[in-house]
């Protein structure tokens, strides 16, 4: 009986393996499928003239779904309520829609289509980073945290010089800058892990001082992309201070790291200002 019982352990030994391997590959197909979705439709939207914006919200809503199902699926995933999976989804919602808002005002001609095309690629590496981010114990979470966090610059970028273009009114402007701040800031703190509350907490309050600084910036001689790189090194600066005091890695010396960065990015932003 001994010996029946463990060939037959060992006939679903394979069986599992090929379980697992079966299940990694079709998440991986899911996520390459999501993301040629994302480019054909981004395009869509950059292609068709006058601008449908109708078509850049079903895409964030499609973004939202996908995201959501494909964080769902991780082997590590503890997903029970219909919440959990929110601090995963503002990176891909707000990529989505800060891609596509600043393609349609800079992108022309053929550029509109290869640029759409493309969109593809860094939507997948996000994508696949937030998949991966679900387990903070694997060998490659410190890689996939470094992909997510240069996103969330690369899009708050993407915002800010949107914001700027728009020539919205002062109050507007600001309020605009305080929240894409505050859901950016989410992404980089929940590296912490702390409880959802928590960290929206602190991700607000960082918001908060970037909707002032955005305030600031209409009183000093910067416009365009010289006030959108002003906010983005001022949400460095704040986001990876607060990140180091939460992890209590926060010194004099790594507070003067972030400074000296911000003050080096300040003093280029001015000397390039001075030459246009």
């Keep these: 009986m001994k010996q029946f019982t463990r060939v037959r352990t060992l006939d679903r030994l394979p069986d599992r393996a090929t379980d697992a ?5 079709s998440r991986f197909d899911t ?10 439709t981004l395009t869509l939207f950059l292609a068709v003239e006058p601008t449908q914006n109708w078509i850049l919200l079903l895409l964030c809503g499609l973004v939202t779904i996908g995201t959501d199902h494909v964080v769902r699926t991780h082997p590590k995933a503890r997903f029970q309520r219909l919440d959990d999976t929110a601090l995963y989804l503002f990176v891909p919602v707000l990529f989505t829609l800060g891609l596509g808002l600043f393609l349609e005002e800079v992108a022309e001609g053929h550029w509109t289509i290869g640029a759409g095309l493309l969109s593809g690629v860094p939507f997948w590496a996000i994508l696949r980073a937030e998949y991966e981010s679900v387990d903070r114990d694997s ?3 410190q890689k996939t ?14 915002f800010f010089a949107t914001i700027y273009d728009f020539d919205l009114s002062l109050l507007t402007a600001s309020f605009a800058a305080g929240i894409v701040s505050f859901l950016l800031a989410i992404e980089v703190l929940r590296e ?3 409880d959802t509350y928590r960290t929206m907490f602190y991700a607000l309050a960082i918001g908060v001082l970037l909707g002032q600084t955005a305030w600031t910036t209409h009183f000093l001689p910067l416009e365009g992309s010289s006030a959108a ?8 600066l704040m986001t990876g201070m607060m990140h180091n005091y939460l992890a209590d890695r926060l010194s ?7 400074t000296v960065v911000a003050l080096g990015g300040l003093l280029a932003v001015t000397v390039s200002h001075s030459y246009l």
């Design 192 to 194: 912490e892990g702390m």
């Design 31 to 40: 996520v390459s499928a999501l993301s040629i979705v994302f480019a054909l």
């Design 252 to 258: 004099l010396r790594t507070a003067s790291e972030f």
């Design 139 to 141: 060998a490659s979470y």
């Design 145 to 158: 945290r470094l992909v997510l966090n240069l996103a969330t610059y690369v899009i708050a970028f993407l």
């Design 229 to 236: 790189v002003f906010l983005l090194l001022g949400l460095y």
């Design 21 to 25: 391997v079966s299940g990694t590959i």
